[in-house]
């Protein structure tokens, strides 16, 4: 899943291989899919977009979004983008189909599930899209200290656990539960602590392994359980994830468990991870 580390690396990915490239064809909906959500009517894309300029790309929380002249297409955190040369074979299986006048392309085919599209500019009213765009980036200056402690003391998170606080409703768009693990593995956390037994020490450790984790992931290109634009994965070595369950802590050499919580998995160490 496209996460805020990997929305940025596929963002200058995309402005490295196709910006200033003009669209020659689109291909939309080829393959159903039941949990394939369209930002605009698939129908249109082709008159939207054909005949159009790539402009920048830019990374929204999960979501990467590119200008084409007075138009946007969005790619949202479930989809796999991919770029392919002009002698390369186009895959048989996509939602999305972009031909460029050099004849290279990008595809973009939905994993388990995502939203992808494109929409003129202004016009899309997704609440998801606005948060991603509205809200500040971990990798902002704007995502300080007193923006993190204004959201962990807010009354209405006091009794999440860590997991739901950060990775759920939006709170903060592009940290989902992949990155979560490693920042409250960092961060010493347990995912099922309250966030009302936090104390002032906790938040700003907390805050700091927000802030430091996802900038480290974003610094080496993503994740290495995500692949970029070329099929490659990112050059950040994952600690938790699901390769790690039952292995040694790197850290204490206790096992790592993974574990069934709120709509996901979970992987922690019992002993540097403490309840």
Known sequence: ???????????????????????????????????????????????????????????????VEIGVEKANILFGEGVAIRFHDKNEPRPARHQLLLEFDDHSAVSASIQMYGGLGAFF???????????ARE?????????????????????????????AFLATEQRIPGLGNGTLQDILFNARMHPKKKVNTLSDTDKETLFNSVKNTISMMAAHGGRDTEPGLFGSPGGYQTILCKNAAGKPCPVCG???KK?????????YCEQCQKL
């Open 259 to 267: 574990e069934a919580y709120l709509g996901g998995s979970i992987y």
């Open 254 to 256: 206790k096992m790592i």
């Open 121 to 131: 500019d202004g016009k899309l009213d997704n609440p998801y899209y606005k948060a």
């Open 135 to 163: 809200k500040p980036s971990p990798l902002s200056a704007m995502f300080d200290g007193v923006y993190f402690c204004r959201m962990v003391g807010s009354d209405e998170v006091q009794k999440l656990s860590l997991k």
């Open 1 to 63: 899943m496209i996460e805020l580390p990997e929305a940025v690396n596929l963002a200058g990915q995309i402005n490295d291989a196709i910006l200033g490239k003009r669209i020659a064809g689109v291909v939309a909906a080829h393959t159903p899919h039941k949990l394939a959500w369209y930002y605009g009517e698939p129908s249109t894309y082709s008159n939207l977009l054909i005949d159009r300029t790539v402009g920048k790309a830019s990374p929204y929380g999960g979501m």
